[in-house]
């Protein structure tokens, strides 16, 4: 540890020398120049400054993070005396062909797919309802926050009330209007996973909510107004007006979303554990179980190199479409 | 015109939709939490509990396990927000004050920590911290907890230390005065509200987390209480129904607190860091 730390700060100012070359260049421009000394002086003082955020940073996550993917071309198992060799490709030779991991993968898809497409519509129609002078605006507003306030334990434990077959509000609901009552919503094969991305959206629709309000109400009045002097239709106005102001902000939020929600765990590990039958496993729980069950951490481990490269590639291939249409847009 | 005055109270039917959607879950918890474990079982479904019924609440916290794992909760909570704020801060002004590609690239480091693949980095944490002697223990969990809520604390801050002109700054140093003279002096009064917004939400990141918890604890006098309460429902079902949902309202309780008092903080932080970002 002591050695580690000793050696940053050198290595801090090596790196960052380099970058001192278009500062400098810049600086004469705008401000007086300072003599080098100081400059050199406030450097080290910013390098020491940044270090104490540094050194946990590059210790517990970006270490990790590379011996996590080197970890994935071992036979590493978790077990108390780890004697584990290189294996190559092996494992990721032997996931090719692992059914059930493909399987979890395109449950993962699934799940994240539609969470995050209904929490984007969801929340455009409650940021639209909430920019449009309403009344019980207030309570909407505090409403919308406390699902993304909730820790994940809480939030499923509730639903599991909800869902719950025998003594559920939702199944008593239903019965009262003389549809079937007796689903076993969170248990049935074809149920889980709809039950479980419900409970996803209400649990990301407060934040997508509150980012997209943002962003409308930043779009200028006049632009509106001047849409709706040319008799444009509320609906042609979202569309012609609305939506292409968005757009930055959809993107991200949209790509942000997506990310979290294929790396989410805590709240299907707790509502079904990944059941009935492994219809809800998502790829995060199939990954934690191998590893910490079954004790394999070097093939779960491949597991995660697959699933983090799966998700880099989907989203530069979105945002670069996004970015190509704002280009087109930018033509026209 | 007709269409026009259909369109209000279509707006309200939709508001409230949602906020039935919001906000029935959330009843129907604090609801479940009043009712007798008799009134859980029956088929009968009502939405208020029959008469209010306050012993879930003394039954749950009669647990020893939930008092103690909030004991534990709190501690590494309070720990990781106080290490959280001790070391972004020096390093959040840094990142505001600078320019050009060392401000991006650290700002960009930032945003693409918020996407970092947990499961991959859990797996050698978990051996380098086994190996340290640190899993199974709070300590280690404090520091996983600011290591993971240290990006956006960073980010959050960097925002408010934007929002201070420099000029205060180099007008302060006019008056003589060494530069943490005048940084103990005028930054940081100005700076305590987005300090404590940032408080806030790395308190209730912490107090929140339970994928961390669960990988690196494991004997029941360490847990938190996510972990217990999750151990909760496994045990012993239906039966626990009542102090379940009473130890779920009373975990629940200071996220919301410390989240409704962030709202607009919240929020105001993030677009401040946007729009200057």
């Excluded at chain 1, 968005?246 to 765990?265: D, E, G, H, V």
């Excluded at chain 1, 190199?305 to 190509?324: D, E, I, K, M, P």
């Excluded at chain 2, 925002?159 to 008056?175: H, K, R, S």
């Amino acid at each position: 540890m002591r050695t580690l730390s000793s050696k940053d700060p050198t290595k801090g100012g090596r790196t960052s020398s380099p970058g001192g070359p278009p500062t400098g260049r810049r600086t004469p421009g705008h401000r007086r120049p300072r003599p080098g000394g100081m400059a050199r002086n406030r450097r080290r003082e910013a390098a020491a400054l940044v270090m104490p955020s540094l050194l946990p940073i590059l210790v517990l996550s970006v270490a990790p993070l590379v011996m996590g993917v080197a970890l994935a071309f071992t036979d590493a198992r978790l077990v108390r005396s780890p004697d584990y060799e290189l294996v190559g490709f092996e494992n990721f030779t032997k996931l090719f062909d692992n059914g059930f991991f493909w399987e979890s993968f395109r449950i993962g898809m699934v799940w994240a797919v539609s969470v995050t497409l209904l929490q984007l519509v969801a929340a455009m129609g409650l940021a639209l309802l909430l920019n449009s002078g309403l009344r019980l605006q207030g309570l909407t507003r505090v409403l919308a926050l406390i699902p993304w306030a909730m820790p994940p334990v809480v939030v499923a434990i509730m639903w599991q009330m909800i869902y719950s077959p025998n003594a559920g509000p939702l199944n008593a609901v239903l019965d009262g209007v003389g549809l079937p009552g007796d689903i076993n919503w969170l248990g049935d094969f074809t149920t889980a996973l709809p039950a479980v991305i419900v409970v996803g959206v209400w649990v990301g629709m407060p934040q997508t909510t509150v980012t997209l309000l943002a962003g409308l109400q930043q779009i200028p009045d006049e632009l509106h107004e001047a849409a709706s002097m040319d008799g444009a239709s509320a609906w042609r106005r979202f569309v012609d007006v609305t939506l292409p102001s968005l757009r930055p902000i959809i993107a991200s939020i949209t790509s942000l979303n997506f990310i979290w929600n294929f790396n989410s765990f805590s709240l299907v590990y707790v509502l079904t554990e990944g059941g009935p039958g492994g219809r809800t496993m998502l790829p995060m729980l199939f990954t934690y179980l191998e590893a910490f069950k079954n004790r394999n951490i070097g093939y779960a481990a491949a597991m995660g190199v697959v699933l983090v490269t799966v998700v880099v590639l989907l989203l530069a291939l979105y945002l670069w479409s996004q970015f190509r249409q704002d280009d087109k847009g930018k033509v026209r | 015109m007709t269409v026009r005055s259909l369109v209000r109270p279509a707006q309200y039917a939709a508001l409230v939709c949602y906020i039935l959607f919001l906000g029935f879950p959330l009843l129907w918890l604090l609801s479940a939490s009043l009712k007798t474990s008799a009134e859980l079982n029956s088929l009968t479904v009502s939405l208020l509990p029959r008469e209010w019924h306050f012993d879930n609440y003394v039954q749950a916290l009669a647990r020893q396990g939930l008092v103690r794992s909030a004991w534990n909760s709190l501690l590494v909570a309070l720990s990781s927000t106080a290490l959280v704020i001790l070391i972004s801060l020096p390093a959040a002004y840094v990142l505001a004050r600078l320019k050009g590609l060392v401000r991006a690239s650290g700002i960009g480091w930032i945003l693409i920590s918020q996407v970092f693949p947990v499961i991959l980095i859990i797996l050698p944490l978990f051996l380098v911290l086994r190996t340290i002697g640190l899993t199974d223990s709070l300590v280690g969990l404090v520091l996983v907890h600011t290591t993971y809520t240290l990006p956006f604390a960073l980010w959050m801050l960097q925002g408010y230390v934007t929002g201070i002109p420099v000029d205060l700054e180099e007008a302060g140093a006019m008056d003589g005065g060494g530069r943490l003279e005048v940084l103990r002096r005028i930054v940081l009064p100005l700076l305590l509200p987005g300090l404590v917004a940032t408080a806030m939400f790395a308190f209730v990141s912490s107090w929140n987390e339970f994928f961390f918890a669960l990988v690196l604890l494991q004997s029941p006098e360490n847990y938190t209480l996510p972990i217990t309460l999750k151990m909760f429902i496994g045990g012993e079902g239906k039966v626990a129904l009542g102090p379940l949902a009473a130890g779920s309202v009373l975990a629940a309780i200071p996220s919301i607190v410390f989240f409704s008092l962030l709202q607009k903080k919240l929020t105001g932080g993030l677009m401040a860091g946007a729009v200057k970002g």
